[in-house]
């Protein structure tokens, strides 16, 4: 089954992602929110493992918690609305949140 993952905290301060990750399998997806899309900072250790990932685990995030931190999406994450992010929940068969 597989499962959308939604990460909120940032990989900085917080271990859940890291978690996260090591769960995540093929067919799963990872959407970063609020402050996890620090993630996305380009040349930091968060951002070299998500760019490793496989194609098989597509990489979302919340195009307004990226703009709000002046983040860019890079071309392995796909920027989303929040109209696309209740169309994620519905074509996942399982949500994991990542407290």
């Given amino acids: 089954m597989a499962t959308l993952h939604l990460l909120s905290r940032s990989p900085f301060v917080d271990l859940s992602g890291a978690s996260c990750l090591r769960l995540l399998g093929a067919g799963d997806g990872l959407l970063l929110t609020g402050d996890a899309v620090y993630a996305l900072q380009a040349d930091s250790r968060p951002f070299a ?30 920027a ?8 994620l929940t519905l074509r996942f068969e399982r949500v994991n949140s990542w407290l």
């Avoid at 493992?49 to 890079?74: M, Y």
């Avoid at 989303?80 to 169309?87: G, K, L, M, R, T």
């Fill in 80 to 87: 989303i609305d929040y109209a696309e992010f209740v169309e």
């Fill in 49 to 78: 493992v998500l760019s490793a990932l496989p194609a098989d685990r597509p990489l979302f995030a919340l195009a307004e918690d990226l703009e709000a931190r002046g983040i860019a999406a890079p071309d392995f994450v796909q």
